[in-house]
């Protein structure tokens, strides 16, 4: 037994059977024997403190029943006493990086000589345990570099190695002992190079998804809505952007008057976003698309308990998620009349209560509402109070209808067509004159959203890059469920509409190609059995 370490044995009562020369003249034996029955109890691995100077132990159970242990004094500053310390599966840890199969290791000496080889390394270059120990790591693994890490100090990280006609990926990595090159430890992070690539694939997809929803936060965020998100060059357009940009930064209450469809969101969003309250999120409520007997506890909150369904720990409503920023009320011409009085309290003093509590609380919001209904026949119907409207009604921004501002429905469509290609992946990039000439016709009950949809609609079932008159043939179908509103000096419905322009593009172009009707059908995009059938329908036409 080597006299020069620190060797300790304990039989089976935990006395001392043997003990080297230096651990016994120390001392030191004595104080194992202690830590083995206190802290070291168990354990394969520990560290200990002797004269101020810590200690790494290491237990192994013999075949006599007996403990061999060995203790290797440590710098106080040593990371491996403060891990054995702090960890009480230290043991098992070090085991598992030795013994891993996923990540076998090979260690050399300064001289190359190898040291250890993980069991899985032993296995797949047909080496007994520990046979390889005590070779040259260059006779023992193929194509290795260990040798030159060991003698260059040099890592070399996600290197390729060639061994047995199979690919891995390896790190060397040189070991330094207060500040010498001592050795160099080998260890295979990837079975194969495909092992790396498909990291990185996923990793990119990752980085893609990522970044994906970063945008739609972006977008959740600022809900388009800017002044850019309102589409048109019309004087009524330009008009309601210079009295958007005027209004925005007043802290007044605004109301939107304009048909369902036109948009009277995207300009209470370009309000906000143009306000000094754009630091905080807008609160949207759509008094129209909830039950009368819930706008009041989604504008106020309600206590817990304060109703059969309700959370217990009561919830927030929209007066206080608005404080500081603004509430846009949609359809403010749905709400109940006993919600409409309780609106006013709050708009005049900014002072609330919850449902089911007596204790007022206050807000800061700016008001912004929205309505496609006409208020003061509704006051005359008393059907709406007129006090609440005069206090909403700050300032009035009119919304056009798309009729009144078909010019606009080119610009409107190339903008449905981009956004539409980039959320679905459509190939669609463009529309035929002729199509859009059609659109421009159209009275357009639904306004924008309406055209929105249509241009949708048509991008989802198109073929090529370009939508013609045939991908708009929906809006007869449509017809003859929807009556479209007369439009000045008309009474005309959309089916009317659609079968007036259409007749005419179609004459215009049979006299553009002489009566050709092969070439007629090809330049309106439509079947020759469709425009066969349309000219049926103009010859019984008086």
């Known amino acids: 037994m080597p006299t020069l370490l620190n060797i300790v ?28 029955k206190g802290a070291g109890a168990g354990k394969r691995i520990s560290a200990t403190t002797y004269k101020d100077e810590p200690h790494v132990v290491l237990a192994t159970p013999t075949a006599d029943d007996m403990t061999a242990v060995v203790v290797h004094r440590e710098d106080k500053s040593s990371t491996l006493v403060d891990f054995i310390l702090s960890v009480d599966i230290a043991f098992d840890i070090l085991n598992h990086f030795l013994t891993n199969p996923f990540e076998g290791i090979t260690v050399v000496d300064q001289d190359s000589v190898l040291r250890y080889l993980s069991p899985v390394h032993e296995r797949f270059f047909g080496h007994a345990r520990g046979d390889a120990v005590g070779r040259p790591v260059q006779d023992v693994i193929e194509n290795t570099r260990l040798h030159i890490v060991a003698k260059t100090g040099t890592p070399e990280i996600g290197q390729v190695q060639e061994m047995r006609n199979v690919a891995r990926v390896v790190n060397r990595v040189p070991i330094l002992r207060d500040g010498q090159l001592v050795g160099a430890i080998g260890r295979v992070m990837f079975k194969a190079p495909e092992e790396v690539h498909e990291l990185s694939r ?10 994906y929803y970063k945008k739609e936060l972006a977008g959740l965020r600022h809900r388009a809505f800017g002044l850019e998100e309102i589409v048109g060059e019309s004087d009524a357009i330009r008009q309601l952007k210079e009295e958007i940009r005027k209004v925005a930064p007043l802290d007044v209450p605004v109301f939107i008057s304009g048909e369902s469809g036109s948009g009277k969101e995207l300009v209470a969003h370009a309000i906000h976003n143009l306000s000094r309250r754009v630091e905080r999120p807008m609160v949207v409520l759509n008094c129209g698309a909830l039950p009368s007997t819930l706008v009041e506890s989604e504008l106020f909150g309600y206590e817990a308990g304060a109703f059969t369904g309700a959370r217990r720990e009561g919830r ?13 009320l949609d359809e403010i011409g749905d709400m109940p009349m006993e919600t409409q009085i309780k609106l006013l309290r709050v708009v005049e003093n900014g002072v609330f209560e919850r449902v089911g509590s007596n204790r007022a609380r206050t807000t800061n919001f700016r ?13 005359s119907e008393e059907a709406f109070r007129a006090d609440l409207y005069f206090r909403i009604n700050g300032v009035t921004l009119y919304v056009p209808p798309l ?4 010019g606009d429905i080119p610009l409107l469509v190339r903008h449905f067509v981009q956004r ?18 059609m659109l421009q016709g159209l009275s357009w009950p639904g306004n924008v959203r309406q055209l929105h949809h249509e241009v949708q609609r048509a991008m989802i079932f198109a ?8 991908n708009f043939r929906s809006l007869e179908d449509e017809a003859e469920h929807h009556q479209a509103p007369p439009p000045v000096n008309s009474s ?5 509409t659609v079968g007036n322009v259409e007749h005419a593009l179609i004459r215009e172009a049979l006299e553009r190609h002489s009566g050709n009707k092969k070439r007629a059908a090809e330049e309106l995009g439509i079947s020759r059995s469709y425009l066969y059938k349309k000219l049926a329908e103009i010859s019984q036409r008086p």
């Open 463 to 470: 073929d090529g890059s370009e939508l013609t008159l045939a």
């Open 403 to 406: 009729r009144e501002r078909s």
């Open 492 to 496: 005309a419905t959309i089916r009317e």
């Open 420 to 437: 539409v290609s980039q959320r679905i992946g459509s190939p669609v990039r463009r529309i035929h004159p002729l199509a859009l000439q």
């Open 202 to 211: 996923q990793i990119s997809s990752l980085r893609a998804e990522v970044d």
């Open 316 to 328: 927030s409503g929209k007066f206080e998620m608005a404080d500081r920023s603004s509430l846009f």
């Open 367 to 379: 008001l912004i509402s929205a309505t496609n209904r006409d208020l003061r026949r509704m006051i």
């Open 9 to 36: 044995v304990l039989d089976d009562t935990g006395a001392i059977s043997f003990a080297s020369e230096p651990a016994r003249t120390s001392g030191l034996a004595d104080a194992i024997v202690d830590h083995m």
